[in-house]
């Protein structure tokens, strides 16, 4: 009986030492932190950006489905008039209502965050919401103004997206109406063939634009998450979190106190209290059938159900393998989709570095060019970029060894996927095979000599992380006849994209 005391008064202990630790973490975040100076001003930037693309696709993609729908009525209301209206009908009011929705929701309102849930985004949220009540632990060198901007960029941004997922339900329920209207019109099909098929390639590649920018908004960079990795280390971050936090929603009943803080459950999901309640209730019903008093009955009953269950579970993620998990009318397009549509500029670009080296001649010395390259990808695996190219030598052989800059190099290319990781290539080049000492020599255009070059590359697939993209390729320069003296007919590349 003496333990317990002394057990109690080791426990109160702790937990007087784990307050005092907690309080001076908390009253000296702002110094020991360094929170970046920058942080707010890049991330309302960010999330402002992000904002207005969205938006701006979204639009062109409802715009442009309006404008193939009227269309479309025209050439069935030649043949169905009452039909085409029925089918129509109010479907361009739509259009522009979702437009303007997307245009005005600042996310201001109140609003229960709905659909696949965003873990960054959450915590994110968080974030920004427990610096917003505790602003002392900034510090003074921290503009509070930009974190209220970043939090109303990031209200806007949630809500858009819930908006644009909307757009994306409308326009998969208008392609589904109107496929079904044709599937019972034949007649109408060689008609409207094309604009159904545009239809149907906007729908997808709206679905995959949608799903593009929800990817952004969940991918941070080094500074947002070096700054959210400072603030969950405060005990006092972790606690509001426990509150505030979409995660946390699953966790809370229904009819909450509002405006007291904690977060709501998502709709359409039970809550873990919901859940106890009902396996309770299952096995005690279990019990009282079987007889049996202590529960016993009413554990292997659910856990015959649980393990029945879980097979049917089995069964139909098995189905779903075999279709396209997830897969929707829109995701599963009817013609062979463009991955990179829905990307933006920055994120089509592909960089390279390669490199070749010359056997020595009569005129040159043994040399290396170290080449670097940007691509542009039209499509999966196929691309157009520009490149540059600086010549090494290396000495005429390895009793004479030298190293000189040799000259540069200029480039176009273009790549198109064949199969199994082979593309065929083609380029043309200007290279300056000369030692200069000045740029101006490079502008005697008489020094340059041009290079046409088709062949073969191939991706080789590595297990290194660094080398992953490594690509080799075999080329021809058909006009390496024509060059004075004459260059190198056959150019092998070795390189490596990121």
């Known amino acids: 009986m003496q333990k317990i005391p002394a057990l109690c008064g080791a426990a109160l202990l702790c937990l007087a030492f784990s307050i005092v630790d907690a309080q001076m973490v908390d009253s000296t975040a702002g110094k020991v932190l360094n929170y970046p100076t920058h942080f707010f001003g890049k991330l309302q930037a960010r999330l402002a950006g992000l904002n207005n693309d969205l938006v701006g696709q979204t639009q062109k993609y409802l715009e442009k489905m309006a404008r193939r729908e009227a269309r479309l009525q025209k050439k069935i209301s030649s043949s169905d008039s009452t039909g085409a209206k ?3 009908a109010a479907s361009a009011q739509q259009y522009a209502t979702l437009i303007q929705k997307l245009k005005t929701d600042t996310g201001s309102r109140h609003q229960v965050i709905s659909g696949q849930y965003q873990p960054y985004v959450d915590s994110l949220q968080g974030e920004l919401g427990f610096l917003k009540k505790n602003p002392q632990l ?4 921290i503009n509070t103004s ?8 990031l209200q806007a941004a949630q809500a858009k997206l819930q908006d644009a997922n909307e757009a994306k339900v409308f326009i998969q329920q208008r392609r589904q109406q109107i496929s079904q209207y044709l599937s019972q019109h034949t007649n109408l099909q060689s008609l409207t063939a094309r604009y159904s098929a545009g239809i149907n390639r906007d729908a997808y590649y709206y679905s995959q634009q949608v799903n593009e920018y929800r990817a952004m908004l969940s991918d941070p960079d080094k500074m947002e998450a070096k700054a959210l990795a400072m603030v969950s280390r405060l005990p006092a971050y972790q606690t509001f979190m426990k509150t505030n936090s979409q995660l946390s929603g699953l966790f809370k009943l229904p009819g909450g106190v509002p405006g007291s803080g904690s977060a709501q459950p998502l709709p359409g999901l039970q809550t873990h209290s919901q859940i106890s309640q009902q396996i309770e209730s299952q096995v005690m019903a279990a019990a009282g059938n079987k007889g049996g008093g202590d529960g016993a009955a ?3 009953s659910l856990s015959s159900k649980v393990q029945s269950a879980r097979s049917q579970l089995d069964s139909y993620k ?6 396209g998990a997830g897969s929707t009318l829109a995701d599963a397009p009817s013609f062979r989709p463009n991955d990179q549509k829905t990307k933006t500029f920055w994120r089509r670009l592909e960089y390279g570095v390669n490199f070749q080296t010359t056997t020595s001649s009569y005129y040159y010395p043994t040399t290396t060019d170290l080449g670097l390259s940007l691509g542009y990808r039209l499509g999966h695996s196929n691309i157009i970029g520009v490149g540059a190219s600086y010549k090494i030598g290396w000495g005429s052989d390895i009793h004479h060894i030298a190293v000189t800059g040799q000259g540069v190099g200029l480039r176009s290319f273009v790549q198109i996927a064949i199969k199994s990781g082979f593309s065929a290539t083609g380029g043309f080049e200007y290279n300056y095979a000369t030692p200069f000492t000045d740029l101006q020599q490079l502008r005697q255009l008489q020094y340059w000599t041009r290079s046409g070059l088709i062949g073969l590359s191939k991706t080789v697939s590595m297990k290194s992380r660094v080398f992953k993209k490594t690509q080799v390729q075999l080329l021809w320069d058909f006009l390496s006849y024509q060059q004075v003296p ?6 092998f590349r070795v390189g490596y994209t990121f």
């Open 86 to 88: 029925r089918l129509f």
């Open 138 to 141: 900034l510090g003074g060198g």
């Open 146 to 153: 930009q974190l209220q901007g970043s939090v109303s960029q």
């Open 298 to 300: 009413g554990l292997g």
């Open 318 to 323: 098995s189905r779903l393998s075999q279709l």
């Open 486 to 491: 004459k260059g190198q007919p056959v150019v």
